[in-house]
DNA sequence: TCTGGGGTCCTAGGACCC
DNA sequence: TCTGGGGTCCTAGGACCC
């Protein structure tokens, strides 16, 4: 047996922790520079919020609304359900982390006599009650049948957070009713085409021929239906290093200056390799990227993709900094009003195994460089971040409107809370 | 005025090798 | 009329996830 545990709403439940009045009130939580809504509270929900609505076209579409919006912030979103992981690693015989805000937990040789249901319900209890978030559970013999199992504790409250599927009976209970479109792993595309040849729910996909699945939804699909079906298919994985790390930000406004456009590269370019250095990665490929703003059919359209290989793999700033501003070069056009840009580092190994160059490698400069990002990282994570960056990472500021510009300010963020939980400047104050 | 960001896996097809 | 057979590697694009 699996369980899946996944925080409710996650960011807007990690916002309501610190504003319990906002508790069975409409809430969103925004993108970057306010952009659109990413995160809905069960009431933005069932008034119609769609995830992804612009967010200047929500009082348009819900006119007198009172609708409570956030801008993201992934300080607290991360703190918040880094606790939630750590207690249910701590409850559990064995636990991989999915994403930020689920976890999957192998319940393999538990006795046959162990309650399911009271533990998951327990340890939601336990959550809730030390952490402040939400959390449903979802137990069954496959993790796409604890998927789904979850979705029936979130949505009915009779389950006091947990609906386990541990009988046949169960099963073909819940995916009789189960639209196809939710299942995990089939998406937006599957479902239409499942739809069209009167595939709706869950079961009636489980009704099809293995064959029939597999010529039209290939390998992944194969999976999902086995799964379905009850035999246990996909892998359990802790979360590895990842093979490509991707900073990007779309910009408030448009840039068409080089060394405005030239900061924000910078900014990706050490979120990246600080990124590689957390997991303990170096890269062998900086690439960058810039677009202009598809909105705007009346400006041109440009989009430009550059990648610079590094000869020895690297992780320290400046060589990644350096490699991207050498691809920025190679693809910046003038006359173009940009509205995104972001860095890519590809082709990574493990920074403890680096195959050197012959003849670019030389190792008292390399140890330098990695002694330098190093000592940043660690000022960084005691005063934190960005309490040292490189002078290139600096905004110019306007002409006459005091001192330059950090990245953080560069994004625009209205309705951000406070870093209750990492900054002792925004440590809540009872009056 | 304003429209997000970060990943993975699989498949088909082309280029190339012998 | 007939015009081989078997590989590998890379890339782009699709589909999915959060």
Redo the contacts with the bound molecule.
């Keep these: 047996m699996y369980a899946i545990f996944d925080c409710d709403n996650c960011y807007v439940s990690c916002e309501r922790v610190f504003r319990p009045d906002l508790v069975g009130r409409p809430v969103v939580v925004l993108?970057?520079?306010d952009?659109?809504v990413?995160a809905r509270s069960r009431e933005a929900k069932a008034m119609g919020v769609k995830?992804?609505t612009?967010f200047?076209q929500l009082a348009q579409l819900f006119p007198g609304a009172d609708i409570t919006a956030f801008s993201s912030n992934y300080e607290l979103y991360g703190d918040l359900t880094l606790r939630v992981m750590n207690i249910i690693r701590d409850s559990a015989p064995a636990f991989f982390r999915?994403?930020?805000?689920?976890a999957f937990v192998s319940l393999q040789g538990m006795p046959s006599d162990f309650n399911y249901k009271q533990w998951g319900e327990d340890l939601s209890k336990k959550i809730l009650k030390w952490t402040g978030m939400p959390v449903s559970v979802g137990i069954a013999p496959t993790k796409t049948l604890a998927?789904c199992a979850d979705r029936y504790a979130k949505d009915y409250p009779g389950y006091r957070k947990c609906c386990v599927i541990d009988t046949d009976e169960k099963r073909v209970k819940a995916l009789l009713g189960f639209p196809v479109g939710r299942?995990?792993?089939?998406?937006?595309?599957?479902?239409a085409r499942l739809e069209e040849i009167g595939v709706k729910t869950a079961y009636d996909f489980t009704m099809k021929p293995r064959p029939w699945v597999r010529r039209l939804f290939?390998?992944?699909g194969e999976r999902t239906y086995l799964e379905l079906l009850g035999e246990d298919c996909v892998p359990n994985e802790e979360m590895s290093a990842?093979?490509?790390?991707?900073?990007?930000?779309?910009f408030?406004?448009?840039i068409a200056d080089f060394t405005t456009l030239r900061t924000h590269v910078t900014n990706d370019a050490v979120?990246c390799s600080e990124?590689l250095r957390q997991q303990h990665s170096a890269c062998a490929l900086v690439s960058v990227f810039i677009d202009s703003?598809h909105?705007r059919d009346d400006l041109p359209q440009y989009g430009g993709w550059g990648s610079v290989p590094l000869l020895t793999p690297a992780n320290d700033v400046q060589t990644v900094v350096q490699a991207a501003h050498d691809a920025l070069q190679k693809i910046y056009r003038e006359g173009i009003q940009y509205?995104?840009a972001?860095v890519v580092v590809s082709e990574l190994c493990s920074d403890g195994e680096i195959q050197t160059d012959l003849f670019d490698y030389d190792a008292d400069e390399y140890a330098k460089r990695r002694r330098l990002s190093a000592a940043v990282d660690r000022i960084n994570r005691i005063n934190g971040r960005e309490t040292i960056v490189l002078g290139s990472q600096q905004y110019t500021a306007p002409q006459g409107k005091g001192k330059a510009g950090s990245f953080r300010d560069a994004i625009k963020h209205d309705f951000r809370s406070g870093n209750y939980t990492t900054r002792w400047q925004d440590l809540l104050r009872l009056e």
């Design positions: 993108s970057n520079n952009g659109c990413v995830e992804g612009p200047y999915y994403s930020i805000d689920e998927k299942v995990w792993g089939i998406g937006r595309r599957s479902q290939h390998l992944p990842k093979k490509t790390i991707c900073t990007s930000r779309s408030p406004g448009m979120r990124k703003n909105f509205k995104r972001g």
